[in-house]
């Protein structure tokens, strides 16, 4: 709506992009003094060590780690393996959440199409048997919602991060299908995590449009039982909801939740099962095309992950 452009303009892009390559290269040119030292004049090593500093870029850890995850939001969907590993150390978390987990859980799999018979197993919910993922759906033109998923939670781990909070994916691509439904839960019950949040984007018909957020419901039943999380869940999934309407300016979903952008859900196996405080975002509706046309631009996807980031941080206390 009217907050689209107000704010801070897209600052990532050209801000940042120039400290990528140097970056990039320190851990390399590192590496290169350090093999050049045995073989070259004690002299002549010193000189470059000592220019290095001196000429080199101002102190990169002192800002925190600002400038490699901005920088990362910037790179295709696949930043984790492009990260040098060096960068992490280089990164110590420091910052408002630091110390603090955060699960970001990518729906579905965009491998999940070509393993039906793995998917359609079915789990145990605790209050239901459900199947272990589903293949989510996919806009007219056929971009999936796996992608779509993926790459917001890659561009909201970035953000996170740089507030110094650990953040772990349920998973990053790295496997033909799933996780199920209930291995998705029992990762952000295991990390112990502060908060969860599954990112999504739904498949109604043409013409609902907008966002909402699912919090849990109360059940109880097998392993199943929100009693604990049900409270510390709607504020996070309150938080989410202000600050995506905030930062993609869409406004909540006009088919379902009368408008306020918050559902309550009992038969989602990734909410029954979590012991931590946990809610789903449907960014969208990818069927329709107003929706669809945000969902499949770079810079929209940069403001949703900036309002789940910013939600999750409020929540948490930063
Ligand atoms: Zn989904």
Request: hydrophobic content about 35%; glycine content about 12%; some cysteine.
């Amino acid at each position: 709506m009217r907050y689209d452009d107000s704010p801070p303009p897209p600052e990532s892009a050209s801000s940042v992009s120039p400290d990528r390559p140097w970056f990039a290269r320190r851990p390399a040119l590192a590496v290169g003094l350090a093999a050049l030292a045995p073989t070259c004049l004690a002299g002549w090593v010193l000189t470059q060590v000592l220019a290095g500093p001196g000429s080199g870029a101002p102190q990169p850890a002192g800002a925190r780690p600002a400038a490699s995850p901005a920088a990362a939001a910037d790179a295709k969907p696949s930043a984790s393996p492009s990260r040098p590993p060096a960068a992490p150390a280089a990164a110590p978390a420091k910052g408002p959440l630091a110390g603090r987990t955060v699960v970001i859980d990518p729906g579905h799999n965009t491998g999940n199409f070509q393993h039906g018979r793995e998917i359609d197993r079915q789990v145990d919910i605790g209050t239901n048997r459900k199947e272990c993922d589903t293949t989510g759906t996919t806009t007219n033109s056929g971009y999936m919602e796996a992608e779509f998923s993926l790459d917001v939670a890659h561009r909201a781990r970035t953000l996170l991060e740089a507030k110094g909070a650990k953040v772990v994916l349920t998973h990053d691509g790295e496997r033909p299908w799933g996780p199920c439904i209930d291995e998705r839960a029992r990762i952000g019950n295991e990390a112990a995590a502060d908060a969860v949040v599954s990112v999504h984007a739904d498949g109604a018909s043409a013409g609902n449009r907008g966002f909402h957020v699912i919090l849990p419901a109360r059940v109880k039943g097998g392993a199943a039982d929100t009693a604990k999380i049900l409270g510390p869940s709607r504020d996070l999934g309150e938080r989410l909801a202000s600050n995506f309407a905030r930062t993609t300016g869409s406004s909540p979903a006009n088919y379902l939740g009368g408008g306020t952008g918050l559902v309550v859900r009992d038969d989602l196996g990734g909410l029954n099962l979590s012991t931590r405080p946990k809610v789903f975002i449907e960014c969208g509706n990818m069927r329709d095309d107003k929706d669809a046309a945000q969902l499949t631009s770079p810079e929209w996807r940069q403001k949703a992950a900036q309002g789940i980031a910013d939600g999750i941080t409020g929540f948490l206390g930063g």
